[in-house]
């Protein structure tokens, strides 16, 4: 008595059946609420399109600021395409997210790279940017607790990525944010 | 006797009111309003002992005061009570009957618009949690906090204290506040029935915020403390190096100046050396000179001594002579 490729026959045949469903109810949903397929797929795709050839700076940061926006709406990456796609709920509320982009997006202005960065001028933009982010969160009402944390790791990885891109030596910001504060850090755990 | 003491508590019951409706002295006055001007609150707490009943277990006055962050606390050293105060509810009420056109609906109005946008938002959660595509076209967490100020509103309004209007009450010209004790902790009571929060997450997430931002200042205050030892060190070679060079410099130039003195002492030894050498001769040919040897002989000096007139210079000590 052999059942496995009636087991496997069964459980395809459920699976296509609760896809169509789910498909179903989607539709079903969706009309209700007065949008179409084709509207809701065309907003939940992003690409950022980041080609090997092309490697001009105000693109990159432009990438950045872009990226932390996917994934702070709830967006992750396809694997082997430039797309964002829709996978989960918004981190946080819509207005945080623009205004955290617009501050990560004002350094891929043509002005930030024309001038010349030292570490000590980025130093004073990055403790600005990071302190109006981070006042922000506690303000929005809507960011729950558990995702304070990771949206504080994002922007800081953001900002350092930045200033390794803007800032005169490359690889600084690295060696400035990278090593230093381990041991406090620890003690926070404790 | 009933009738008389029925008598006795309705005159007890009258005499309260009418000392209750005699006009206050000045006095009595001052102890009931003192503190109205500063910062002083009346705080009142509650505990439920297992049951539904709020019964009122502590009352004191607290300060208003600020914490480093610029946070508005209620402080009683004594009573060790520290609590957080916001005002941000009204504003989110004010703010949601003017979006949801309900300021001048009676209260009932109010409550039948709000039971069906609360509806609605309920739904729009579930098909958010149900398909993930639709969060693209609604963000879950502003949905989400939309139904929180709605269904706190509508606990609002349902419970509203007509007479004062407000979320904390007036006793003797101070500002009431209750909070229910509660595992430890205090729940604000707003209206002595509501228990719903515009924002229930904010102590917690400020102590995530005040972590953050003392992390972030370890972090760049240990830069820049990195950074004045590696200046200091530098500016430290740099003096090291030009009093190596400068030290280097005036041994050379003392060296020569040294080179010349000793060639100067050297020409004065020799000529000493010469002169010494010359007087040696001298005195020498002197010695050998026979006017002097005949002087030094030994019989001129048995002639002294013969004479008896002359006492020589160095007496003669030894035993053959004495």
């Not at chain 2, 962050?69 to 916001?86: I, P, R, S, T």
Request: hydrophobic content about 35%; some cysteine.
């Amino acid at each position: 008595m052999d059942f496995s490729n009636n087991k496997e026959t069964t459980d395809i045949s459920n699976d296509e059946e609760k896809i169509s469903k789910e498909k179903e109810e989607y539709l079903k949903d969706i009309d209700e609420l007065g949008f179409s397929e084709d509207e809701i797929d065309l907003k939940a795709k992003v690409s950022i399109p980041l080609s090997k050839g092309d490697r001009s700076n105000i693109l990159m940061l432009n990438n950045i600021a872009l990226e932390f926006k996917a994934i702070l709406s709830g967006k992750d990456k396809q694997e082997g395409t430039e797309n964002y796609v829709q996978v989960g709920r918004a981190w946080a509320s819509r207005s945080f997210i623009d205004a955290s982009y617009g501050i990560l997006n004002s350094y891929s202005e043509q002005a930030n790279l024309v001038t010349s960065k030292d570490e000590e001028t980025f130093f004073i933009q990055f403790t600005d940017a990071f302190n109006k982010i981070n006042n922000m969160m506690l303000l929005d009402r809507s960011i729950l607790p558990k995702f304070y944390s990771p949206i504080i790791k994002l922007i800081k990885d953001r900002l350092v990525n930045i200033g390794n891109i803007i800032t005169n030596n490359n690889g600084n910001m690295e060696a400035v944010i990278g090593r230093i504060g381990e041991e406090q850090r620890e003690e926070y755990i404790r | 006797m009933k009738f008389l003491g029925f008598g006795k508590k309705k005159d007890k019951k009258k005499d309260a009111k009418k000392e209750e409706n005699k006009p206050k002295t000045v006095e009595q006055k001052k102890d009931n309003l003192s503190g109205v001007s500063g910062g002083e609150v009346n705080i009142k707490v509650f505990m439920t002992f297992g049951g539904s009943v709020n019964t009122l277990k502590d009352q004191f006055t607290a300060v208003e005061t600020r914490d480093g962050a610029g946070g508005l606390l209620f402080y009683n050293q004594d009573k060790m009570f520290v609590e957080d105060v916001d005002f941000e509810k009204d504003d989110v009420f004010r703010e949601l009957k003017i979006i949801l056109e309900i300021k001048e609906k009676t209260p009932k109005e109010q409550l039948k618009i709000l039971d069906k946008k609360i509806d609605r938002q309920k739904k729009i959660i579930a098909y958010l949690m149900k398909h993930d595509k639709l969060n693209a076209v609604y963000n879950f967490a502003d949905e989400d906090l939309k139904l929180r100020d709605l269904q706190v509103l509508r606990s609002h309004i349902d419970n509203i204290d007509e007479k004062q209007g407000s979320f904390y009450t007036l006793e003797g010209g101070k500002r009431t506040f209750s909070f229910l004790k509660k595992d430890g902790f205090f729940y604000p009571i707003w209206h002595g029935v509501s228990h719903y929060s515009t924002y229930p997450d904010y102590i917690r997430k400020r102590k995530i915020h005040t972590a953050e931002t003392e992390i972030f200042k370890t972090e760049w205050g240990n830069k820049l403390k990195r950074i004045l030892p590696i200046a200091t060190i530098i500016t430290l070679a740099i003096l090291l190096v030009i009093l190596i060079l400068g030290n280097l410099y005036v041994g050379t130039v003392l060296l020569g100046k040294n080179a010349d003195m000793d060639k100067q002492l050297h020409g004065q030894a020799f000529k000493c050396a010469e002169y010494t050498s010359a007087m040696n001769m001298q005195i020498g040919a002197l010695f050998s000179n026979k006017c002097i040897d005949m002087l030094m002989d030994e019989e001129n000096m048995t002639r002294i001594e013969i004479a008896d007139k002359y006492v020589p210079a160095i007496k003669d000590l030894s035993p053959e002579k004495q």
